[in-house]
């Protein structure tokens, strides 16, 4: 229950430590352990293995973009969005513990589960993102939010030990991950309240129409805010190079740059650290310059990361580009954000913002597959990281065009 005049509750810490248990899975199944042990283990270090996991990440986003229309109005029509959640985090745990048995040569296997897995992570964050505004008032909502990130970076920090202590036994990490990951979801699960809404006009025949006919509506209205369409476009198009980057970067490591887990373990901490930082930092620097400006100058400096990545022959030097690369990952997100908010009208944040979190989704798409094929093809990572330096510089051409200024509503 909401109490007026107190933002930091109970029911608050236990909806952020669900941030804290998914975190441990984007850790160390998207990111981390079992990136890097699908390509040297069960690839057998193969540049086919490249191609695979990217396969592996479309075919879990795509699915996930199409079917959140459906679940958005599926849960709008039965007002239990935690049953939703809940379904999809045991899905996701489960499907992560059954990544124990895949070994070497599983190759169709391995993506299969984690194709699963990711299906349930992604699809569970959208029902706890809704969860906010059951358990704070609006004028809480970014310290909430905020609260959420945080936990969440602690969450990574723990992934990052657990690491640590099961460096020679990977297949085990993924079991701890799934414990982490069901442990602290409980405390939301039981002691989360949600407000139950009744609809109107929605029934049981009719919600899977309701859900993809919002996107159709969604399309249409879109088309009469051109400013805020350059910026989706040029959105999609970078943020497919930052989400690139966070599933290849172990992989590239490990095979290019010969990282032991010692080594990957340090660059995670590296960049989880600066990433904390640069949000705060760039935040404050787009205070100053502005969102857009300050958006500009993050677009060029990641373009020079992907260039700085293609001619790195070092231990040091990646750590470096990890820095530099931390400080943007956090900012680059917070601001886009920030940036959507002030370019969307009052009276369609909801809807445009359901469209945000889909073409976030609907990202993944063109850059780990573009990674993934370059990799295959040329035998070379080196050159499928160059490659991503186009998502970025063709972001940044079109998002230069986008005018920082509220729009006019309806």
């Given at each position: 229950m909401k109490q007026?005049?107190?933002?930091?509750?109970?029911?608050?810490?236990?909806?952020?430590?669900?941030d804290f248990a998914n975190s441990t899975f984007a850790t160390i199944i998207v990111a981390f352990v079992y990136a890097v042990y699908f390509k040297k283990v069960v690839a057998s270090n193969q540049p086919i293995g490249d191609l695979w996991w990217s396969v592996a990440i479309n075919i879990s986003m795509i699915t996930v973009a199409l079917i959140s229309p459906l679940l958005g109005a599926a849960a709008d029509h039965l007002g239990n969005k935690k049953k939703f959640l809940v379904f999809f985090t045991l899905l996701s745990v489960a499907a992560t513990s059954l990544l124990y048995f895949v070994?070497?040569?599983?190759?169709?296997?391995?993506?299969?589960?984690?194709?699963?897995?990711?299906?349930?992570?992604?699809?569970?964050?959208?029902?706890?993102?809704?969860?906010?505004?059951?358990?704070?008032?609006?004028?809480?909502?970014?310290?909430?939010?905020?609260?959420?990130?945080?936990?969440?970076?602690?969450?990574?920090?723990?992934?990052?030990?657990?690491v640590i202590i099961l460096k020679d036994e990977p297949r085990l990490t993924f079991v701890a991950c799934s414990i982490l990951y069901l442990m602290f979801s409980i405390p939301l699960f039981l002691f989360v309240r949600e407000k139950k809404l009744f609809t109107h006009g929605l029934n049981s025949s009719n919600f899977i129409i309701t859900g993809y006919r919002r996107i159709t509506d969604t399309f249409r209205n879109i088309k009469k805010y051109r400013n805020l369409r350059l910026f989706l476009i040029s959105f999609f198009l970078y943020i497919d190079g930052v989400n690139t980057i966070?599933?290849?970067?172990?992989?590239?490591?490990?095979?290019?740059?010969?990282?032991?887990?010692?080594?990957?373990?340090?660059?995670?901490?590296?960049?989880?650290?600066?990433?904390?930082?640069?949000?705060?930092?760039?935040?404050?620097?787009?205070?100053?310059?502005?969102?857009?400006?300050?958006?500009?100058?993050?677009?060029?400096?990641?373009?020079?990361?992907?260039?700085?990545?293609?001619?790195?022959?070092?231990?040091?030097?990646?750590?470096?580009?990890?820095?530099?690369?931390?400080?943007?990952?956090?900012?680059?997100?917070?601001?886009?954000?920030?940036?959507?908010?002030?370019?969307?009208?009052?009276?369609?944040?909801?809807?445009?913002?359901?469209?945000?979190?889909?073409?976030?989704?609907?990202?993944?798409?063109?850059?780990?597959?573009?990674?993934?094929?370059?990799?295959?093809l040329s035998g070379n990572q080196r050159y499928a990281a160059l490659s991503l330096s186009l998502f970025f510089i063709t972001g940044l051409l079109i998002f230069r065009r986008v005018e920082d200024k509220k729009p006019v509503t309806d």
């Open positions: 007026k005049g107190k933002w930091l509750r109970r029911d608050i810490f236990y909806w952020s430590l669900y070994e070497e040569g599983m190759v169709f296997t391995g993506a299969l589960i984690f194709i699963i897995a990711n299906i349930g992570f992604q699809a569970g964050l959208g029902f706890y993102d809704a969860f906010i505004k059951d358990i704070t008032e609006e004028k809480y909502y970014n310290k909430v939010s905020s609260l959420g990130y945080a936990v969440g970076y602690m969450g990574s920090l723990l992934s990052l030990v657990v966070i599933f290849f970067s172990a992989n590239y490591a490990q095979t290019t740059l010969n990282f032991e887990i010692t080594d990957l373990i340090i660059f995670f901490v590296i960049v989880q650290i600066t990433a904390l930082l640069g949000s705060f930092f760039f935040g404050w620097i787009a205070d100053i310059n502005g969102t857009k400006k300050t958006l500009v100058f993050i677009l060029i400096c990641w373009t020079l990361v992907t260039l700085s990545v293609y001619f790195a022959d070092s231990r040091n030097v990646f750590f470096t580009i990890g820095a530099v690369a931390g400080t943007l990952l956090g900012s680059s997100q917070a601001l886009s954000r920030s940036l959507m908010s002030r370019l969307t009208p009052e009276n369609k944040k909801a809807e445009f913002f359901g469209f945000y979190s889909l073409f976030e989704k609907t990202s993944t798409i063109l850059g780990p597959l573009a990674f993934g094929l370059i990799s295959w």
